[in-house]
Structures are given as structure tokens and as C-alpha cells.
């Protein structure tokens, strides 16, 4: 018989009813859900009738006085607060990304995990996606790479979450949401710097809201970029050119708001293999990603291309089970919060690189970690 978690949410937003609670609930062997917390009384009090849950709060220090042993922090913006009190509390944190705003929040968080020798652990459901995995093994074992790419076309999410079940909390003050865009503000400050300028805008919007994703599946395939060596940031369309040892990349991200049709496409490239991974709307649950891997024979016109249906298990759900696992000691998560913090790391490179037009080297260095003092 496994021992069940005892777990407390804070954040009961779109992805936490869509995707986080109900796979907490159906994992009933692995997870108690014992407590909720929300700023918005009604999104709280629906999840609470909908999940099964009485221990309701609207203040998350009050949730940490329940009895868990483990918090997920699915609220937007920074997750660094609520999740340096889980930890100095005793408590395993699962967050959902990104995980902070800045190298300087993220250091934080990781001391107060290791101080309390808890889990700290990101949610980034791509790498725990069976199709991205299989297409990880396939690029390792590539003798010959020579160039990576993602493509990310964004699109409208509506179209994706109008079937599912769910509650917006309408029901926050003005002075609550002025609170916190002010709060907001001063986190990027400290990321980026004041300058009233498109990275800025960027940074916020697309690079910690959206790119982070690509960045973690490309360092999780490739490891450490060793520079950025270019990088245009427009809120409508990115691009940034990096170099993982030699191998360059390019990542393209591109709002398409007229067309429902997200897609981002991760490409890998050898001298006579091209590995090819399809990320549909992760909102569309239990939908396949798509594994297309073309051979061919040097010289001649034949070609062998495969596709590969590796799982229809959800990725939302495959990244609890792996909590639990760090957990409980059965393995290390793929995505634990220094992971994360590189991808922070990489952000604040990115818009470096941008302001100043030049590369930007190491983009993934963090001083406290990398030869720093800790």
C-alpha cells in the first residue's frame, strides 16, 4: 500500500481545473487533496464543491498551517513567496512555471529547499511527454548533428478550453489586481532592469509566460547552450539563435492570433536523419504528439520515414506521478528548480544579448551555483 500525499493547492485558476486537480483526484493512490487557497472566493468555493474539498482559504499562509506533506503553486506570475514558505514549513513544492522572475527569487527558493531537504520541482509537461522522451533518446544517440530548431505558432487558447469544465474567478478588487501588477512590475525590474523598452514587454509576456517551455525541452535534449548568439524580440515575434557546443539553434516564437491552430515544432537535424516533434495544444488532453524520424541513403532517392504513436498517456498527469516519485524517494524529477532556474537564466540572457546586440556567453550561468559561493 503507498503512502498518500497530503496536499494543499494554492491557485485554482484554468490549468489547476483543467489539468492539476482532476489528475490529483484520479490519482487517489498516490495524492489526498486536503486543502485549496485562492484569492478569488468563487473560483475557490466552485473547486471546493467540484473536488471534493472543505479546507478552503483565501490566504495561502493559512493554508500552510494544514497538515501536508506536499504544496502545489499553480498561481500565475511569480510562485517564489508562497513557495519559500512551503519549504521553510517542511513541505514539498510542486510549481508550476515559470518558476520565479529572476536568478536573484530563484536562489532563494532553492536554498529554503535544500535547507528543509524538500522537493522542489517544476512543472514543464513536455519533458515528461513519452513522444519527447522517445525523440531525446533517437537525437543522443545522432553522431552527426548539425543544426535544432522550434517553431512555436500561438493561437488563441479559447477554442482549446471552451469544452472543459471550468470557472473563471471574476471576483478579485481592483485594489487587489493593482497589488499585484505593481508587484509584478518590481520582480521584472530586478530580472531586467526599469528600461521602459519591447524587451521589457517581452520578457514579461512571452519569454517567462511561453518560452521557457522551448528552452527547457531544448536543454533537456541538448544540455547547456554555450551562448546566445543572437537574439530579436518584438511582442509578436521572437527570435533567438543559439549555440549548443558548436550545433546551432534557432527559436522562433510567432502569435498568430486569427488562426486556432497552436503547434510548436521541434526539429533536429543530422547529415541523413531529421527528427521531428509536433506539440499540439496541451489543453487537448490525452492527444498524441506526433514523432516523425526521416532516413535516407547518401547519393540516391530513397527515403524511410517513420511515424511513431508513442503514448496517449497526458503529460499533466505523467509530471504527478513523478512528483510523487521524487517524493518519495523512487527518482530525481526531471525538472527540479535549479533546471528551471536555468531557464530564467537564459531569459534574462536572452534580453541582454537583445538590448546590447552582441552574444551573449554562458546564458545559463548562475554565480551561486556555478562557482559562486554556494
Not at 496541451?282 to 532517392?301: I, Q
Request: glycine share 8%.
Amino acid at each position: 500500500m503507498k503512502k498518500r500525499l497530503r496536499v494543499g493547492v494554492i491557485g485554482t485558476g484554468m490549468v489547476a481545473q483543467i489539468m492539476h486537480l482532476p489528475y490529483l483526484c484520479e490519482l487517489e493512490e498516490l495524492y489526498e487533496l486536503r486543502a485549496l487557497c485562492d484569492s478569488s472566493r468563487t473560483a475557490l468555493e466552485h473547486c471546493g464543491r467540484r473536488f471534493g474539498v472543505s479546507r478552503l482559504f483565501t490566504e495561502w499562509d493559512e493554508l500552510l498551517n494544514e497538515d501536508l506533506d506536499a504544496v502545489f503553486v499553480l498561481t500565475s506570475g511569480s510562485h517564489a513567496a508562497p513557495a519559500v514558505a512551503a519549504a521553510e514549513a517542511g513541505r514539498h513544492v510542486f510549481v508550476e512555471k515559470p518558476l520565479c522572475y529572476s536568478t536573484c527569487e530563484g536562489t532563494g527558493m532553492l536554498a529554503a529547499a535544500e535547507k528543509s531537504n524538500v522537493v522542489l520541482m517544476v512543472g514543464y509537461p513536455k519533458r515528461y511527454d513519452p513522444a519527447y522522451l522517445r525523440a531525446a533518446e533517437i537525437v543522443r544517440g545522432l553522431e552527426d548533428l548539425r543544426f535544432a530548431r522550434v517553431t512555436t505558432l500561438e493561437a488563441p487558447y479559447e477554442p482549446y478550453v471552451a469544452h472543459h469544465r471550468f470557472l473563471r474567478g471574476r471576483d478579485i478588487t481592483k485594489a487587489q489586481a493593482e497589488q499585484w501588477r505593481a508587484g509584478l512590475s518590481r520582480l521584472v525590474d530586478e530580472a531586467i532592469g526599469s528600461a521602459e523598452d519591447q524587451a521589457r514587454v517581452v520578457y514579461e509576456a512571452v519569454l517567462i509566460d511561453t518560452m521557457v517551455h522551448e528552452f527547457n525541452l531544448l536543454r533537456g535534449m541538448l544540455g547547456e547552450p554555450s551562448s546566445v548568439r543572437f537574439a530579436s524580440l518584438d511582442k509578436t515575434s521572437v527570435t533567438v539563435v543559439l549555440d549548443f557546443g558548436g550545433v546551432g539553434c534557432t527559436v522562433t516564437w510567432l502569435d498568430l492570433p486569427g488562426i486556432a491552430d497552436y503547434v510548436m515544432e521541434a526539429c533536429f537535424y543530422d547529415a541523413g536523419t531529421r527528427v521531428r516533434l509536433a506539440f499540439l495544444s496541451p489543453y487537448l488532453k490525452n492527444v498524441p504528439t506526433p514523432l516523425e524520424v526521416t532516413t535516407g541513403l547518401a547519393g540516391g532517392p530513397a527515403l524511410l520515414r517513420s511515424d511513431e504513436v508513442v503514448s496517449y498517456e497526458n503529460p499533466f498527469k505523467l509530471e504527478l506521478i513523478a512528483f510523487y516519485e521524487a517524493v518519495t524517494g523512487v527518482c530525481e524529477p526531471l525538472t527540479p528548480g535549479l533546471d528551471a532556474l536555468r531557464d530564467i537564466a537564459l531569459c534574462q540572457s536572452v534580453v541582454e544579448s537583445a538590448r546590447s546586440g552582441l552574444s551573449k556567453p554562458r546564458p545559463t550561468e548562475i554565480a551561486s551555483y556555478d562557482g559562486g559561493t554556494r
